[in-house]
């Protein structure tokens, strides 16, 4: 059974940090893409960072200079790294990627559970 398990999330005054990490479990031969989407209560998800198996990061404009994306492949992990956080980061954050599995050579998508993350004073 593949899984993609976050951890990370919390309540954070403004100004703080977090890390969130996911760990990809399961038949996977190889993981593609990955990225961190976030949800906002009445708001449609969206793309906060991403990057490919090279490493090669993409951060949307919200969220520039403040987050970092990150991959340990050998540990089938991505790290998003948040810092200066705002009150309009709250919302849940979902990992997400494209893994190739035992006995098939297609990508299939996967996400994860989420983890609520909260910046409030």
């Known amino acids: 059974q593949v899984q993609l398990v976050e951890s990370g999330g919390g309540l954070v005054q403004p100004g703080g940090s977090l890390r969130l990490s996911c760990v990809a479990s399961?038949?996977?031969?190889?993981?593609?893409?990955m990225a961190w989407y976030r949800q906002a209560p009445g708001k449609q998800r969206e793309l906060v960072a991403d990057?490919?198996?090279?490493?090669?990061?993409n951060a949307a404009d919200p969220v520039k200079c403040r987050f970092t994306i990150s991959r340990d492949n050998a540990k089938n992990t991505v790290t998003l790294q948040m810092n200066s956080l705002k009150p309009e980061d709250t919302a849940v954050y979902y990992c997400?990627?494209?893994?190739?599995?035992?006995?098939?050579?297609?990508?299939?998508?996967?996400w994860g559970q989420g983890t609520q993350v909260t910046v409030s004073s």
């Open positions: 990057i490919t198996s090279s490493g090669i990061t």
């Open positions: 997400y990627a494209t893994l190739v599995l035992i006995d098939t050579p297609f990508q299939y998508p996967y």
């Open positions: 399961g038949s996977i031969v190889r993981i593609h893409y």
